[in-house]
């Protein structure tokens, strides 16, 4: 898995107080969960704060929190991830093959990137 997409993946397994590090350190606010080379969800800032509000331990496990109901794409797709997330409220989509491995990511970062403001009114 090339480094970009590692420093946006955490294991099923991996710890609350590990998912926060993955979260400081790849700045996008949430992680890709996977177990057995499968996304199986999404773990959110908004997820560790409510694990935290409900009296989860830092070091406890992940799996009770992670989003499994999660948006994805099956190909990488500006348009459709922006769409998503505008929907959603969310900040990160995964895009998976088949046997939902993960293949790519669009981030919000990404798609901030290719947006064109030149033409939008001021205020608007």
């Not at 409220?89 to 491995?101: A, M, Y």
Request: aromatic letters at 4%; glycine letters at 6%.
């Amino acid at each position: 898995m090339e480094d970009r997409l590692a420093a946006l993946v955490i294991p099923l397994s991996a710890r609350i107080i590990d998912a926060a590090q993955a979260i400081r350190e790849n700045k996008n606010r949430c992680v890709v969960a996977v177990a057995d080379g499968k996304v199986v969800g999404v773990l959110s800032e908004g997820d560790i704060m409510k694990a935290l509000l409900h009296g989860s331990d830092v070091h406890g496990p992940i799996a009770d929190w992670v989003s499994h109901g999660f948006k994805f794409l099956r190909e990488h797709d500006r348009r459709a991830a922006f769409d998503l997330m505008r929907k959603h409220g969310i900040t990160l989509v995964p895009v998976v093959d088949e046997e939902f491995r993960l293949t790519d990511v669009v981030t919000l970062f990404e798609v901030l990137a290719h947006c064109d403001l030149r033409d939008e009114a001021p205020g608007a």
